[in-house]
């Protein structure tokens, strides 16, 4: 996992980033409630995507697997389904131990985060 960490342009055409109904249960929580949750898990997504940059940099297997099953958590509860699903991607490549895979996905990973981390602006906006 040595290779260069570089993020993919984001996919333009694809789904929705932030499933709808997920993001209207989150609203019934009220506006301000709601906005902080919007900031606390972009923010934090941002922390992760660093973090699994950073682990396979450092060919951490056990960090990288760790912290992508983290985003993919937060990722489905946020309904960040795109997001989450390259996570669950990760975690498969590195059980099967492809590292090619991994890059390949973590680049994906990267794409899929810039594409939420602006929805969730827009739903700050």
């Known amino acids: 996992m040595n290779a260069p960490f570089r993020s993919a342009e984001p996919q333009v055409g694809r789904a929705d980033a932030l499933d709808p109904a997920t993001l209207a249960e989150l609203r019934d929580l009220g506006a301000d409630e709601y906005q902080a949750l919007v900031r606390v898990f972009r923010d934090e997504a941002a922390t992760r995507v660093e ?3 950073a682990d396979a940099e450092r ?8 912290d992508a099953h983290s985003l993919k958590g937060s990722s489905a509860s946020f309904g960040a389904t795109g997001l989450a699903g390259l996570c669950s991607a990760v975690e498969t490549a590195l ?8 890059q390949r996905l973590l680049q994906e990973v ?3 985060h810039e594409r939420v981390r602006a929805a969730l602006t827009n739903e700050l906006a």
Request: hydrophobic share 40%; glycine share 18%; net charge negative.
């Open 110 to 112: 990267a794409a899929e």
């Open 51 to 53: 973090s699994l940059r």
């Open 95 to 102: 059980g099967e131990g492809d590292a090619h895979g991994v």
């Open 59 to 66: 060919g951490d297997a056990r960090a990288l697997a760790s």
